[in-house]
């Protein structure tokens, strides 16, 4: 490989990382921000979360041929496990939320159920009608 095509090669992978890093820190950003509220267990706005994730991750799919280029460089690649460890943290805090939720319903559809005095609502009577 002559100088200037390591050079080109060079100023190509540094264009590619000033566009990349931006959006991968913001990325990251907007996961770290979800995860924080969902680990303090109170009021979550999912949908301002799921914009910011489905921006940034509309503006890295854009960018999907610069990260190519750029995924082998040390910047990339540790931003990019960076943002793969804040995800994979959303992904357990989201489940515990979603179990927790599922739970709480499964409980609330119990207690309704075992309230009715005579039985509407209860699948259990009309199949006892059936036989």
Do not use: C
Not at 10 to 16: I, L
Not at 34 to 61: C, D, F, P
Not at 85 to 96: F, G, K, P, Q, V
Not at 105 to 114: G, W
């Amino acid at each position: 490989m002559s100088r200037s095509t390591a050079q080109d090669n060079g100023a190509a992978e540094a264009r590619s990382l000033a566009m990349i890093l931006p959006v991968v820190g913001r990325l990251r950003m907007a996961v770290g921000a979800e995860n924080k509220e969902l680990a303090q267990r109170g009021v979550v706005a999912y949908q301002t979360h799921s914009a910011r994730k489905s921006q940034g991750l509309l503006e890295l799919n854009r960018l999907r041929l610069a990260l190519a280029s750029a995924r082998t460089h040390p910047a990339a690649r540790a931003a990019l496990a960076d943002l793969l460890a804040e995800l994979d943290i959303n992904r357990r805090l989201l489940h515990a939320q979603l179990r927790a939720a599922q739970t709480v319903s499964e409980i609330l559809a119990r207690a309704i159920r075992d309230g009715q005095s005579d039985g509407t609502y209860s699948s259990f009577v009309w199949r006892e009608n059936d036989r």
